[in-house]
């Protein structure tokens, strides 16, 4: 069985859709798994035993590009049985469609009969989860998933993490609190970077060290909680937002003893590693992309106006967030058994 997957646009939901890969292969022992995805994902599908290979899709998220699609399938026309498509726009189906996979699955959405040939019909109240919405394509329409879900694992290789350490001067001779202080959803999704410094003070002070990751975009904000703490605990933290490759921060995050997020695709990254988490919740909810492992602790004020989902504050107070004390974080994270090591 040859199941070719075409990939979703963001880092959490790449990370989630390792629950597909994982009931395909029981389903279908010895079936081959290849992704078409952005080249961004390279790094975490590199890290996914489940997956053969990954096949770097040249669009940027949201462009059409006829030709380009066409061109794309037609190179791999003839080498897959089954096609499964994660995303529900039109523009998602075109690939499969002109490989000629035989048989090419998903969700209705966008007006895509006639390019999908197994088009199943979605019961948000039967699948609640996006990892039951993935998984339930593994299977024939009305089937029961298999319980327990399986969750999201990244494999790590020591070579590839002890040159991430060796390349940014890190040490493992301290515990590693890793904070998540971004969220490319929105500011909704970001709890206050004053209150991550608070968490970091306290942890500093425990005898931890603290090591920030995000984008280049929230280089800004791992700054802004660096600047909020004083000299000599300041040395004890490392803003790594920005600097560091996808590959790098996963490798990096491996080493955590505890890691603090928004609702973001490191949370998820930092639950497919299996790191002791506080996931902190604002605009949006536990109870659809939950983070998916064994020590998880969620923090969230559930207030009337939550979860929205907006990027932004209807309100422009953004107290979902804001009025979350960093103490019910600490707490949190006193909950968690650590430290407990490199895995």
């Not at 998602?92 to 998903?106: E, H, K, M, N, Y």
């Not at 039967?126 to 999201?152: D, H, S, T």
């Not at 940014?168 to 971004?182: E, H, I």
Request: hydrophobic residues 40%.
């Amino acid at each position: 069985m040859r199941i070719l997957i075409i990939g979703p646009s963001w880092v959490g939901d790449m990370v989630m859709a390792q629950t597909l890969f994982e009931c395909l292969q029981q389903r279908h022992p010895g079936c081959v798994i290849d992704v078409l995805a952005p080249e961004w994902s390279r790094p975490l599908l590199e890290r996914m035993p489940q997956v053969r290979q990954a096949l770097s899709f040249p669009l940027g998220h949201g462009a059409f590009e006829l030709a380009t699609r066409r061109r794309i399938g037609k190179g791999l026309k003839g080498q897959y049985d089954q096609a499964i498509l994660l995303p529900n726009s039109l523009k998602s189906a075109l690939v499969p469609f002109f490989a000629d996979v035989p048989q090419r699955t998903g969700w209705r959405g966008e007006f895509r009969y006639g390019l999908l040939n197994d088009v199943r019909v979605l019961d948000k109240q039967r699948y609640p989860l996006m990892i039951e919405r993935f998984m339930a394509l593994a299977y024939a329409p009305g089937a029961e998933l298999p319980q327990p879900y399986p969750q999201p694992r990244l494999r790590i290789e020591e070579q590839s993490r002890a040159q991430a350490l060796a390349q940014f001067g890190l040490a493992l001779d301290r515990p590693v609190l890793a904070l998540c202080p971004g969220a490319e959803f929105g500011e909704s999704k970001r709890w206050p970077s004053e209150h991550y410094a608070e968490v970091a003070e306290l942890r500093i002070r425990e005898g931890w060290q603290v090591w920030l990751f995000g984008s280049k975009k929230d280089h800004p904000v791992g700054e802004a909680i660096r600047g909020r703490l004083i000299p000599g605990l300041r040395e004890e933290s490392f803003n790594l937002c920005g600097e560091t490759s996808l590959a790098q921060a996963i490798d990096l995050l491996s080493c955590a003893d505890a890691v603090v997020s928004n609702d973001s695709g490191l949370m998820h990254v930092a639950a497919a590693l299996n790191r002791p988490l506080v996931a902190v919740y604002g605009s949006t909810s536990p109870g659809f992309t939950p983070p998916l492992a064994d020590q998880v602790e969620v923090v969230r004020l559930g207030l009337e106006c939550s979860p929205c989902f907006e990027r932004t504050c209807r309100f422009g107070h953004y107290n979902c967030l804001r009025q979350l004390e960093p103490k019910r974080v600490f707490d949190a994270l006193q909950q968690l058994d650590t430290p407990i090591g490199v895995d």
